[in-house]
């Protein structure tokens, strides 16, 4: 490997997408991008194009995609599709496809990057989620190594260097609590779109601020954590901590706990896993624990907040329930955002669909892919059969 790290960013047009670009431009000499990949941001991705200069950008949509050729004529070939993006994540020369597409919608492409054995930086965590046991086996037979990006998971990654995995008693993953942590049930009611979607401490894409606001983010990240670092679902808590410094934990068996602190900053996890196993410098504020002053924990109210339960009902039906439990969510959190459900009936579309679902056995990538659709045309016919035209009180 020469000294500069060849890069693939898909979802460069999202949150990660940019912060990972900003880390990129902050190292120069460092990182060569070479493919890029969005959905539908014309804009960004031709301005990213012009920047960069990757060999290869691929688009969700074969429209957007003939559109960038238009304006960047071939100085970069365009192309499109799933298979354009798997295309763009296997391209030759990489050393690390960083993995930022939101929802179902990364596996294929995540899942072709570790067969084709590229290190991967892992903010995609659905991919862990709906495929987590089929993705790890393949990343051992490829010799991809999965860096987690998410910030939880960087810090228990970090916490765990230098130390056996035989010796972990517990995982401990830290939730802010999201903007609706002291709203009590009535309130929960009423919460609108606007309200979920300024989240009180980090600035991330739509899904995954919604999925904060509910706690299935942390349920997600249980279900991650359980495939990256090989532990059973007991092992794994979930602890409230308001004010975001420990971005996770791990008890070991000595009773000794490590915890990473960092103020919230995506910028860190994402240069961590670039440069991994090294760490680089970054312009980031000191953390001062005099100006923090306290830290505090508390457990989670798991009857306000069931989206949590129903990640840890999912691990323990295993197979295929992840699968159905993101989906459905990923279809509910839409129908929230577009004020066609109300927020505390996203938990119940997703238990709605998972009751109706008898997981199977996980063996093969597209097969996932076939639970997934069936799970978001049950969770439409739940949210029409049992929320239709129920009034909002935001609308
Ligand atoms: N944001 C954070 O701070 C954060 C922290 C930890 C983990 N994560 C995880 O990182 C992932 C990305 O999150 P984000 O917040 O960056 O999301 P985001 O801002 O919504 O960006 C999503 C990216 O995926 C692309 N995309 C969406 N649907 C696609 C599809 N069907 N096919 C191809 N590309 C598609 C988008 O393209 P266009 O915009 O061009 O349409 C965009 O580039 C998620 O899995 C999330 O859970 C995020």
Redesign the pocket.
Known sequence: MSDVKGLVIL???????RSTLEVVRSFPGSFRVLAL?????VD??EAQVREFRPRLVA??SEDAARELRRRIGDRTEVVSGVEG?IEAATVDGADMVVS????A??LLPTFAAVRAGRDVAL????SLVVAGSILVEESRKSGSRIIP???EHSAVFQALQGNRKEDIRRIILTASGGPFLRLNPAEMEKVTPREALNHPR???????TIDSATLM?KGLEVIEARWLFDVEPESIQVLIHPESIIHSMVEYIDRSIIAQMAWPD?KLPISYALHYPERAELNLPPLCLEDVGRLTFEEPDRARFPSLDLAYRALEEGGTMAAVLNAADEVAVDAFVEGRLPFTAIPKVVEGVMDLHSPLQITDVREVMEVDRWAREKALEVIENRFRGVKWRHL
């Open positions: 979802g460069s047009t999202g949150s990660i997408g990949t969005g959905g539908r941001n960004l991705l688009l969700s993006i930022a597409i939101s929802g919608a990364g903010a995609n965590k659905e990006v998410d910030s980090w600035d991330m894409g739509v899904r995954i983010n995506m």
